[in-house]
């Protein structure tokens, strides 16, 4: 049997990882600056979460949710206390796509409504209703089309008013900064108008924290920069640095009931002990702290650079716009320099998604290279 075909490949074959650097089949490194897609949140193979998972593997892997799973509720109390929703609580699943679906769902569970709010420029993911929320038509089916969906422009306040002035709104879906969109920062007082109306309409503040959550941004959720409180928060990709798991987290108001939501997979043993392993790691060695300084670091140094249009971004979620395609760019950084940046849905967008562990020294070696590059015209190999 063939793979069917979906993925565009680059040629290598990644066979080890360590920290911040991975390794290919024939033995090269490379300083990974995509994180797998901004999955890879404490850096490849960490000693405490290979312990972790091989402890937990050594006794079970998984049992089904009609049991007591200790780690959920110690994941739960952990996630609660780091990311600072003490009162909210968990429910877990395997994916941002399933963890966006269930938030969408639930919403509408609550409020017995069923018009949402998304924006242009969006992705929430690929399954029914987080793809028919996502800004990209490419990428939905005829059977993904949902009459029940209005996109607004990030930071159009009036089309925001409006859209909420046409429908009844059930919940309003935003991610704090944008990220296959081409890191795009929905600022603080917009996010603060988002609240304000979602409040005076009754509907749901979902925030998407499956990219730019996690600690990315410098902070929990980069929604918390706002200093705004959402209803449903979506969480997957850094959450277990490679170990698919996914959550959202809910807000006391919104209350649960036996059947509402479920999953085969979502909080299983497995998914605890690498989702524990990574919060750990958060806290133990202060990784919040260092995504917002190293962040601010390249932002600030690359903002200096010549002959690149916009740099975006909060923490350690950065976008390096040019002026032109910038794919010859990026693929020169990965063949002649062994670096690995991400794209977006815009070519001429540049994407940093690293281990929220990234070292100065790691950073500073990117920006001794993007400049000499920049300088030189990038050669391409
Ligand atoms: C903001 C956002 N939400 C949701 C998803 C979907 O996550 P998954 O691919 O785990 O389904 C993604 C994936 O890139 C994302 O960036």
Known sequence: ??????????GLEIVKGSGSVVWDSVGNSYLDLYGGHAVISIGHSHPHYIARITEQLNKIGFYSNSVIIKGQEELAAKLGRISRKDNFSLFLCSSGAEANENALKLASFHTGRRHIIAFKNSF??????????TDNPAIQAPINENPHVTFVGLEDTGALEEAFMSHEVCAVIIEGIQGVGGIHVASDSFLQKMRSLCDAHGAVFIADGVQCGYGRSGKFFSHDHSGVLADIYSVAKGMGNGFPVGGILVAPHIKPKYGLLGTTFGGNHLACAASLAVLEVIEQENL????????EWLITELKK??????VRGRGLMIGVEMDEDASALRNTLLKKHRIFTGGANKKSILRLLPSLALSRKDAALFLEVFKEMLATRYVHQ
């Open 305 to 310: 650079f010549p002959g690149i249009k916009e």
């Open 124 to 133: 929430h993911g690929r399954t029914s209703l987080a793809v028919s929320v």
């Open 1 to 10: 049997m063939n793979l069917f075909e979906v993925y565009p490949l680059n």
């Open 288 to 295: 919040l702290v260092n995504a917002a300084v190293t962040g």
